[in-house]
C-alpha cells in the first residue's frame, strides 16, 4: 500500500477500548480480549511505520484501572513484558524507539525490568517512537508537572512550564488521538497535551484494528481544518 504522503500527523495517541467486550461478545474471558489486543498493537505498529507516522502513544493502562480483578490485571501486565522483551529484534530491525509515560512505582519487577531494558537498547533508534503509557493517567500527570517545578523552586509556572515537565516531556503534543469501541471520552488521557488534538472514534473494538482501520483515521484527519483558535 503507498504512504499516505502529505499532511500526517506527527504523533498519534490511541486509546485502545473494547478488549473487555470483544471477549464478552464470544464467551471467551476477558484476558483473551487483552492478548488478542497485544496483536493488534503489533500490527498497528507495521501500519504506522508503513505510513512513516513519527510518534505513537498506546493507552495501555490508566491510573483508574487498578480497580479491575488482579487477575485481569495481572494478565495485562504479563502481556505487555512479554511483547517488550520478545520484541527487541523487531525494534532494532525497524528503528522503533521505546519509552513510556506514568508512575512506574506500582509495578512488578519483571515489567520495570524489560521496559528499562527496552528503553536503554533501543535509544538510539529514530523512525518511531513507541510511548507506552502505564498507570498514566492525565490529571496524575499534571500534578507530576507542577510537583516537579514546585521541587526546583520555581515561584510562578507558566502553560509551558508544565508542557516541559509532564512524562511527554520532550514529545510533541498529540495531533490526532484515536478511540475505539464506540465509546466517545478521553478517560483522561493526555488531557493537557490534547488542548488541540483532534479526535477520531471508531466503533471497532481494539483486536478488531488494523491497517485498514488506521489509513481510515488518517483520511479522516486530512480533511480536517485546524484552526487553533484563529481564523483561516
Ligand atoms: C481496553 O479494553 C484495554 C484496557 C483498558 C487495558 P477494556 O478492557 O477496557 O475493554 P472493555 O471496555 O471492557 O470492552
Ligand atoms: C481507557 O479505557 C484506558 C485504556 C485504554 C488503558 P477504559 O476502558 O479504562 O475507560 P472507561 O472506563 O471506559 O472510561
Ligand atoms: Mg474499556
Request: charged share 30%; proline share 3%; hydrophobic share 35%.
Amino acid at each position: 500500500m503507498q504512504k499516505l504522503l502529505s499532511n500526517l500527523p506527527l504523533h498519534i495517541g490511541i486509546i485502545m477500548d473494547g478488549n473487555g467486550r470483544w471477549a464478552t461478545r464470544r464467551g471467551l474471558p476477558r484476558n483473551l480480549g487483552h492478548k488478542e489486543g497485544m496483536r493488534a498493537v503489533e500490527r498497528t505498529i507495521d501500519a504506522l511505520i508503513k505510513f512513516g507516522i513519527k510518534v505513537v502513544t498506546f493507552f495501555a493502562f490508566s491510573t483508574e484501572n487498578w480497580k479491575r480483578s488482579k487477575e485481569e490485571i495481572e494478565g495485562i501486565f504479563a502481556l505487555v513484558r512479554d511483547y517488550l522483551n520478545t520484541n527487541s529484534n523487531y525494534f532494532s530491525e525497524k528503528g522503533v524507539k521505546v519509552r513510556s509515560m506514568g508512575d512506574l512505582d506500582k509495578f512488578p519487577k519483571d515489567l520495570t525490568s524489560a521496559l528499562e531494558n527496552a528503553k536503554e537498547e533501543t535509544k538510539h533508534n529514530d523512525k518511531l517512537v513507541l510511548n507506552l503509557a502505564l498507570n498514566y493517567g492525565g490529571r496524575d500527570d499534571i500534578t507530576y508537572s507542577v510537583n516537579k517545578l514546585i521541587k526546583s523552586g520555581k515561584k510562578a509556572i507558566t502553560e509551558k512550564d508544565i508542557l516541559d515537565n509532564l512524562y511527554s516531556e520532550g514529545l510533541p503534543e498529540p495531533d490526532l488521538i484515536i478511540r475505539t469501541s464506540g465509546e466517545q471520552r478521553i478517560s483522561n488521557f493526555m488531557i493537557y497535551q490534547a488542548a488541540y488534538s483532534e479526535y477520531y472514534f471508531t466503533k471497532t473494538y481494539w483486536p478488531d484494528f488494523d491497517e485498514k482501520c488506521l489509513k481510515k483515521a488518517l483520511i479522516a484527519f486530512q480533511k480536517r481544518e485546524r484552526r487553533y483558535g484563529g481564523i483561516k
